[in-house]
């Protein structure tokens, strides 16, 4: 049975790419265990500075696999829930990992594909990447926080359309409605990824990891609630090692070396 995610390393990004061409990368139940399993992987191992999160074979993905979900018709709703809760669990999975997590799309990022893809921290797709909110085509509802991700950059009557055509809509419409970060020409997604994630590789971890939980929290959190967030976390950051390290070298006018941190174990002081 081949691997539900290939893996490799470019430099310190570590590309995780879903497998399953002959099905368009369609979710598998070993794809929900396995891409979680990757990112705490990541998480822990202090050489590796992002991840790319793209699809095998021209296609990011199709959702979830249609065969799977009609058998769960005979399931009880408890029973159906828990099955659900796989792909939100993966979902969680990516927005909680502190390391940069980069979606590359090329082809069909459909349904639960668009979740993955926009539950990413930044995303890179080619023009002609079609992205599409398909669950009313086959009488469902959207799942995997595709209404949260959409309802941050578009209107409510944009996402009713979205969600109730289930129309296939282009990179470059995503990307005129600000979901996207770097529109490419067609076979250019993951390469173009790669090079975002390494620019930022190399940065402060514990403070990216920082700011990815204020941009995550800033689309819904009232203005006193970010500004103790925002709080907390500066005063966390300026106990830290790596602002020591930061700042003495704005100071010194030289380049930093976070990764000197890594490999020395940095601390945080309270």
């Known amino acids: 049975m081949n ?10 990004v570590l590309v995780l790419s879903n497998n399953n061409p002959a099905a368009r990368n369609a979710l598998t139940p ?15 191992d202090p050489e590796i500075g992002a991840i790319v999160l793209t699809g095998i074979g ?21 029973a159906r829930r828990r099955n659900l809760e796989a792909l939100h669990d993966l979902i969680r999975a990516i927005q909680n990992c502190s390391k940069p997590v980069i979606a ?36 469902l ?38 979901a ?19 620019s930022t590789a190399n940065g402060p971890q514990r403070a990216m990891g920082r700011i990815k939980e204020l941009c995550r929290h800033a689309s819904w959190a009232t203005l ?14 300026l106990g830290d090692d790596e602002a020591a390290e930061g700042i003495s070298a704005f100071l010194a006018k030289r380049p930093t070396d976070f990764s000197r941190l890594r490999q020395n174990g940095a601390k945080t002081r309270c």
């Open 141 to 178: 509802t959207p799942d995997g926080g595709a209404t949260a991700f959409l309802s941050e950059f578009v209107s409510r009557q944009v996402l009713t359309e979205l969600c109730l055509t289930g129309e296939r809509i282009s990179g470059e419409r995503l990307h005129s409605l600000g």
């Open 224 to 237: 006193e609630e970010q500004l103790e967030l925002e709080a907390r976390h500066m005063v966390q950051s």
């Open 30 to 44: 070993d794809f929900y265990t396995a891409l979680p399993e990757r990112l705490a992987y990541a998480q822990a």
């Open 3 to 12: 691997e539900p995610i290939l893996v490799h390393r470019d430099g310190p």
């Open 180 to 198: 996207i970060n770097c529109l490419v020409d067609t076979g250019e997604a993951c390469s173009v990824a790669i090079a975002l994630a390494t």
């Open 58 to 78: 021209g296609t990011f993905c199709a959702g979830g696999d249609l065969n799977r979900l009609a058998s769960r018709r005979t399931m009880t709703p408890p």
């Open 104 to 139: 590359a799309v090329e082809g069909a990022a459909a349904g639960a594909g668009l979740s993955i893809a926009l539950a990413c921290d930044m995303l890179v797709a080619a023009r002609d990447a079609s992205f599409s909110v398909a669950y009313v085509k086959v009488g």
